[in-house]
């Protein structure tokens, strides 16, 4: 299964569905882009029969299904950016109560 997983990451990649932090250079989906130009090509490189997804054995269904579990279980952002907003935002916090406080 992780073939197939790495085979449905990579598609979403090279369509920018998918996208990589540049700072932490972990994962996340972009919103913005249209998701369904991932499953066109899903669709074409097997229709094609692209050894690049030869591990479907020429099951279009499979990749659209794994293509879809992945996308949705990508955040849509980096995970270690968002830490880091939360980590600012908590300190922004503590800096507003020891303010108040005066």
Known sequence: MEKKQSIAIE???QT???KTCPIHRQIYF???ADAASAFALAIELVRKQKPYVE???HDEHE???L???TLSATPLCCPDCLGGLASLRERGGL???VLEGR
């Open 67 to 69: 293509l879809s579990d």
């Open 11 to 13: 598609i979403a990649l």
């Open 16 to 18: 920018q569905v998918l």
């Open 55 to 57: 591990e479907f054995h």
């Open 95 to 97: 800096v507003e109560s």
């Open 30 to 32: 972009d919103d913005d």
């Open 63 to 65: 990749l659209m299904d």
